[in-house]
T-cell receptor, first 111, second 114 residues
Framework: QKEVEQNSGPLSVPEGAIASLNCTYS??????FFWYRQYSGKSPELIMS????GDKEDGRFTAQLNKASQYVSLLIRDSQPSDSATYLC???????????FGTGTRLLVSP | DVKVTQSSRYLVKRTGEKVFLECVQD?????MFWYRQDPGLGLRLIYF???????EKGDIPEGYSVSREKKERFSLILESASTNQTSMYLC?????????????FGDGTRLSIL
């Protein structure tokens, strides 16, 4: 079992819709959770971090964390074509500085 | 804003050459990381460092070494480059020893070994 799992996609949504990206992780002691956006040929860019159960909102982005079920999700409201990218989920465990990355979900937002 | 600078965006080298990839961060971060990213395989950690002159092997250290002589600089060395080391190489840094600090990435170096 992979430590951090994401559906590779592509996830296709029309412009203006809500895009929902999901991530599950295997290590119950995971402490911190991050979402990165990566455009083709570019490096990952941090867009959200979440540490406690529940929702965290930042503009059009909402991160949701459920530690009991070991999943974290990212909602993008009012999706724009410029949101088309690969979204990487990353998990950090207590006492470690390493991040464990999923392989990413490719999102395509059509005009 | 955190700035992580990698010395080259594109690099072409020949098999057997010794290759140096340089990374500098300007935020006094303790931790620095080297990854490679290949299609279908995601990000894989090569080496990381949590202090000057300290290094730890990641998931795929074979064929690589690192150097951290100054806090702001972390170098990745391909001792004898091979074609299977053609990849995108990403440097990242993070602060502190707590569990809540994200990593910030440089722009990446696309390395081709011919």
């Amino acid at each position: 079992q992979k430590e951090v799992e994401q559906n590779s996609g592509p996830l296709s949504v029309p412009e203006g819709a809500i895009a929902s990206l999901n991530c599950t992780y295997s290590d119950r002691v995971s402490q911190s959770f991050f979402w990165y956006r990566q455009y083709s040929g570019k490096s990952p860019e941090l867009i959200m971090s979440i540490y406690s159960n529940g929702d965290k909102e930042d503009g059009r982005f909402t991160a949701q964390l459920n530690k009991a079920s070991q999943y974290v999700s990212l909602l993008i409201r009012d999706s724009q074509p410029s949101d088309s990218a690969t979204y990487l989920c990353a998990v950090k465990n207590t006492g470690f500085q390493k991040l464990v990355f999923g392989t990413g979900t490719r999102l395509l937002v059509s005009p | 804003d955190v700035k992580v600078t990698q010395s080259s965006r594109y690099l072409v080298k020949r098999t057997g050459e010794k290759v140096f990839l340089e990374c500098v961060q300007d935020m006094d971060h303790e931790n620095m990381f080297w990854y490679r990213q290949d299609p279908g395989l995601g990000l894989r950690l090569i080496y990381f460092s949590y202090d000057v002159k300290m290094k730890e092997k990641g998931d795929i250290p074979e064929g690589y070494s690192v150097s951290r002589e100054k806090k702001e600089r972390f170098s990745l060395i391909l001792e004898s480059a091979s074609t299977n080391q053609t990849s995108m190489y990403l440097c990242a840094s993070s602060s502190g020893t707590g569990g809540y600090q994200p990593q910030h990435f440089g722009d990446g170096t696309r390395l081709s070994i011919l």
